[in-house]
């Protein structure tokens, strides 16, 4: 009877280890899992950024191509059109540097 006893004592012991063991394993999945989730929210979040990034240098590469063709039909306008053709030149350059500064902080945040 006391062998029995201690069979079952020790059989006792053994499940409460195994169940603690259970319990920290299922707790480290579960850190595991929201780790994943973060890193994939996290991916999700740069690929948007890389996509973004990627439409403002398309519409900097366009800007670019406008400005060029502003600036070479500059040359063959008449004084009042030359003055608008260079305001629009101005404006279109402002918007460019704007783009560029755009694209600098986007690389920078990418960088980070």
Do not use: F
């Given at each position: 009877?006391?062998?029995?006893?201690?069979?079952?004592?020790?059989?006792?012991?053994?499940?409460e280890?195994?169940?603690?063991?259970?319990?920290?394993?299922?707790?480290e999945?579960?850190?595991?899992?929201?780790?994943?989730?973060?890193?994939?929210?996290a991916m999700?979040?740069?690929?948007?950024?890389l996509?973004?990034m990627?439409?403002?240098l398309s519409l900097?590469?366009?800007?670019?191509?406008?400005?060029?063709?502003?600036?070479?039909?500059g040359?063959?306008?008449?004084?009042?059109?030359?003055?608008?053709?260079?305001e629009?030149?101005?404006?279109?350059k402002?918007?460019?540097?704007d783009?560029?500064?755009?694209?600098?902080k986007?690389?920078?945040?990418?960088?980070?």
């Amino acid at each position: 009877m006391n062998e029995a006893l201690l069979q079952l004592n020790t059989m006792k012991a053994n499940l409460e280890k195994l169940l603690r063991s259970y319990t920290a394993i299922k707790n480290e999945n579960e850190i595991l899992k929201n780790q994943i989730d973060a890193q994939r929210k996290a991916m999700t979040e740069k690929n948007q950024k890389l996509s973004d990034m990627e439409q403002q240098l398309s519409l900097l590469k366009t800007a670019q191509t406008i400005s060029k063709q502003i600036t070479s039909n500059g040359t063959e306008t008449t004084n009042n059109a030359n003055n608008e053709t260079t305001e629009n030149t101005n404006d279109v350059k402002l918007k460019i540097n704007d783009l560029i500064k755009e694209v600098d902080k986007c690389i920078a945040l990418l960088n980070a």
